[in-house]
C-alpha cells in the first residue's frame, strides 16, 4: 500500500515548455486534489476532482488543466510552463466516506527558468 | 468562499513551554477543521482535527479548541520539544463532501532547546 505517489519528483523546465505531473493513489479515494505550495503562502487548491471522469476549478486555476480518466490518476498539465509557476506541487486524496483525512502525496518541485 | 487566517506566521518556544496558534474562518457551513504538520522538505501530515459537534479534543501533548460562534479554533501544544519545529497548517471544509479544503498560511514553529 504505497498510498498517494507522485512523479516526478522533481523538474526543471524552460518558458513555454509543456509538462504533465502524475498523482496516483492506491486507496480507492474518490477525491483527488492538485494544490501549489510557494512561501507564505500556504496551500493553495489548482484543480480537484469528486470522482473519476469529474473535474473543477479550486482557487487558482489559470495555467494548468487537469483529467482523471481512471478513479487512482489524476495529473496536472502545465500547457506553456510560466516562471510564475515555480512551485512544489502536492497532491491529495481523500475517501467519500467517514474519513475526512485528506493524505498528501511526497510533492513534486518544479522550477521554471 | 471560505476564508481562513491563520496567526502567528512565526512562533518561537523554549522547549517544555506552550505553543497556541490560532484560525479564524468566515463560512458558517464549514464543520471539518484539520491541522496539518509539515517538516522541512516532507509532505503535510495530519496531526489532529475537530468536528463542529465538539468543542476540544486531546491527543496525548496536542488539543484542538473549537469556538462555532466566534468562528475560531486553535491548536495547542505543551510540554514542546525540538521535534515539534515544525510549519503547522490549520484548515476548513465542510464533510462529506468533495468540497475543497481551505487552508491558512501557515505558522512556523521552533522550539528552542
Known amino acids: 500500500n504505497a498510498g498517494v505517489t507522485q512523479t516526478p519528483k522533481f523538474r526543471v523546465l524552460k518558458t513555454g515548455q509543456s509538462m504533465t505531473l502524475l498523482c496516483a493513489q492506491d486507496m480507492n479515494h474518490e477525491y483527488m486534489y492538485w494544490y501549489r505550495q510557494d512561501p507564505g503562502m500556504g496551500l493553495r487548491l489548482i484543480h480537484y476532482?469528486?470522482?473519476?471522469?469529474?473535474?473543477a476549478k479550486g482557487e487558482v486555476p489559470d495555467g494548468y488543466n487537469v483529467s482523471r480518466l481512471k478513479k487512482q490518476n489524476f495529473l496536472l498539465g502545465l500547457e506553456s510552463a510560466a516562471p510564475s509557476q515555480t512551485s512544489v506541487y502536492f497532491c491529495?486524496?481523500?475517501?467519500?466516506?467517514?474519513?475526512?483525512?485528506?493524505?498528501f502525496g511526497p510533492g513534486t518541485r518544479l522550477l521554471v527558468l | 468562499g471560505e476564508n481562513v487566517e491563520q496567526h502567528p506566521s512565526t512562533l518561537s518556544v523554549q522547549e517544555g513551554d506552550s505553543a497556541v496558534i490560532k484560525c479564524t474562518y468566515s463560512?458558517?457551513?464549514?464543520?471539518?477543521f484539520p491541522w496539518y504538520k509539515q517538516e522541512l522538505g516532507k509532505r503535510p501530515q495530519l496531526i489532529i482535527d475537530?468536528?463542529?459537534?465538539?468543542g476540544e479534543k486531546k491527543d496525548q501533548r496536542i488539543a484542538v479548541t473549537l469556538n462555532k460562534t466566534a468562528k475560531h479554533f486553535s491548536l495547542h501544544i505543551t510540554e514542546t520539544q525540538p521535534e515539534d519545529s515544525a510549519v503547522y497548517f490549520c484548515a476548513a471544509s465542510i464533510m462529506n463532501t468533495g468540497n475543497q479544503f481551505y487552508f491558512g498560511t501557515g505558522t512556523s514553529l521552533t522550539v528552542i532547546p
Open positions: 475537530i468536528r463542529s459537534n465538539v
Open positions: 463560512d458558517s457551513a464549514s464543520n471539518y
Open positions: 491529495a486524496s481523500r475517501s467519500h466516506t467517514g474519513d475526512e483525512t485528506q493524505y
Open positions: 476532482s469528486v470522482g473519476e471522469g469529474t473535474t
